[in-house]
């Protein structure tokens, strides 16, 4: 494959690399014999939100991905970890590149499918009809994931990669798949993502003795990548999404307050209560530290305001102005932006009775809850289902207070002050060129 250029970078997007729990770690301005020091995590701090704004290197007023998840107002529906690029809106700062020959690969990033790139891969499982699904991942081109799977000795697994059994295992097959890359088709820019820190972090906090073991299986990670891409003529840039912070206690429930208030419409099935969205005059979209309200008629604005003020555990609310002010308006956003308080974080849940919870509660169904579920990383009870305890989390993230940095590491020197998750992609694009 072409390459424009004459150098090759590798950035390798690490989920959860938050600056002070790295310097907690490792004090000094090198780790793993790169510079590293702080910028500022992505605005809000969740995975969808990072990866755009480092591809578009704009914030999420412009890129649009507000949070891991959308709500689409014409179809009444959540839309959590869906994989158009499209989604995404705003120019690639690797653009200019790819016009002058340059080539790129995307390996493992969310909204990658359709991307304007030159390799993808990504996890596309298909879900078959009668339940259970056959695993598989989309790549450009044509065959690339079988031939990964080939070199690597085994296929991805996806229940690595999110639920109770995810490990380092999944970023284990990523860094192999990536050198792979690199080696057989030397990709000009080659983006990858590690999302070994995450799941630990989240189950057990980032001061637990297990996200210390966390950290060792992403510095072995690094070390094979930066040994490999050095072999094949890569510098490498590693760069964090988010911070993970330290939480306790119960899940905070604005959809709960919601439906308190008479805004949040459900049904009963079965015994099982499910929302009506189509017909809700309030939904909170809860992602984390945070929660997207989305309120369909303005009279009820001050109404579900003053019903999620009322909620301990909820530390603001924001009108559309203050989240202007932030750069997180746009059309997908909510009337509202509801923040955890610090140690705190939202849940999607609307019931308090066990016996309410909608079949998906107990299962990894992270396409049909309509907010994000990290009791989903324990198992449950009876067997073989997911725990429903959100006492049981310990780390969270995408919240806007203290401790929010990220480390950027990187083995060159990059132009210009780098602050930011965007400033960094800009820093990167003018090195290519």
Same mark, same amino acid.
């Given at each position: ?186 990709? !000009? ?24 073991? +966390? ?24 760069? !964090? ?63 579900? +305001? ?91 993230? !995408? ?16 132009? !210009? ?17």
């Amino acid at each position: 494959m072409a390459t424009y250029g004459k150098r090759k970078t590798l950035v390798v997007q690490a989920a959860a690399l938050g600056y002070e729990s790295l310097k907690k770690r490792h004090r000094g301005d090198r780790w793993l014999g790169l510079h590293v020091g702080p910028i500022d995590g992505a605005r809000p701090g969740v995975t969808c939100s990072a990866q755009a704004e480092f591809r578009t290197a704009a914030a999420a007023s412009v890129h649009g991905m507000i949070a891991n998840g959308l709500y689409k107002r014409d179809l009444g529906r959540v839309m959590f970890w869906e994989q158009s690029a499209r989604l995404v809106s705003g120019r690639r700062f690797w653009r200019d590149y790819r016009e002058k020959g340059g080539s790129v690969a995307m390996l493992f990033w969310q909204q990658s499918i359709g991307e304007a790139a030159d390799i993808v891969v990504t996890p596309a499982p298909i879900h078959k009809h009668h339940g259970g699904m056959i695993q598989d991942c989309w790549a450009k081109p044509a065959g690339l994931y079988q031939k990964l799977c080939a070199q690597v000795g085994k296929p991805f697994k996806l229940r690595h990669y999110w639920g109770p059994l995810a490990s380092a295992k999944a970023g284990d097959w990523i860094a192999d798949a990536t050198l792979a890359v690199c080696r057989d088709s030397a990709p !000009g820019l080659c983006l990858t993502y590690l999302p070994t820190l995450d799941y630990d972090l989240q189950r057990y906090g980032p001061e637990s003795p297990k996200a210390d073991k +966390a950290f060792e299986a992403l510095e072995a990670q690094l070390k094979r990548l930066l040994k490999g891409a050095g072999q094949c003529g890569y510098e490498t840039i590693v760069f !964090g999404d988010y911070a993970i912070v330290p939480v306790s206690g119960p899940a905070v429930l604005p959809n709960l307050a919601l439906r308190n208030a008479g805004l949040l419409e459900t049904r009963d099935v079965k015994g099982m209560l499910y929302p009506v969205l189509p017909a809700s005059r309030a939904i909170a979209v809860c992602d984390h530290q945070f929660a997207h309200v989305y309120v369909s008629d303005p009279n009820d604005v001050e109404l579900a +305001a003053g019903a999620l003020r009322a909620v301990d555990g909820v530390e603001s609310v924001l009108n559309a102005d203050e989240m202007a002010d932030m750069n997180l308006a746009h059309p997908n956003s909510g009337e509202l932006l509801a923040i955890a308080s610090e140690g705190r974080w939202l849940g999607y849940q609307w019931w308090t009775d066990p016996k309410q919870a909608p079949d998906y509660a107990t299962h990894v169904d992270i396409h049909n809850k309509p907010g994000f579920d990290p009791c989903e990383l324990f198992f449950g009870w009876p067997p073989m289902s997911v725990s429903r305890d959100s006492t049981r989390i310990r780390g969270s993230h !995408g919240g806007f207070g203290p401790g929010r940095r990220v480390a950027l590491a990187s083995s060159i020197a990059l132009e !210009g002050g780098i602050s930011s998750i965007a400033t960094l992609a800009r820093a990167v694009g003018n090195s290519l060129l």
